[in-house]
């Protein structure tokens, strides 16, 4: 059996505004932590610190993509990366 790499990311949602069109929140990956700042109505994507950003930022544009209308303020998530960290 091959043995596909993964690695499982925590969502916190801190914040959500429809009118402005934004959510915020903390995402954790292993020892990895980043805030993050989605404007879904311009699609932009916004990840900080700048380290080990380039392993979360596309997995968590399609988190959120997918998730968008489901996401609470004070909520906990999780998704699968197809990826050790």
Same mark, same amino acid.
């Given at each position: 059996?091959?043995?596909?790499?993964? @690695? @499982?990311?925590? #969502?916190?949602? @801190? &914040? =959500?505004?429809? !009118? /402005?069109? &934004?959510?915020?929140?903390? #995402? !954790?990956? &292993?020892?990895? %932590?980043? =805030? $993050? =700042?989605?404007? $879904?109505? /311009?699609? *932009?994507?916004? #990840? *900080?610190?700048?380290?080990?950003?380039?392993?979360?930022?596309?997995?968590?544009? !399609?988190?959120?993509?997918?998730?968008?209308? /489901?996401?609470?303020?004070?909520?906990?998530? =999780? $998704?699968?990366?197809? %990826? %050790?960290?």
């Amino acid at each position: 059996m091959n043995y596909l790499p993964e @690695t @499982t990311a925590h #969502v916190r949602i @801190t &914040k =959500q505004c429809w !009118r /402005q069109g &934004k959510i915020e929140g903390e #995402v !954790r990956a &292993k020892a990895y %932590e980043w =805030q $993050f =700042q989605w404007c $879904f109505r /311009q699609g *932009q994507l916004w #990840v *900080q610190p700048s380290l080990g950003r380039a392993l979360i930022l596309e997995p968590l544009s !399609r988190f959120l993509e997918r998730n968008d209308y /489901q996401l609470e303020p004070g909520s906990n998530y =999780q $998704f699968l990366l197809r %990826e %050790e960290i």
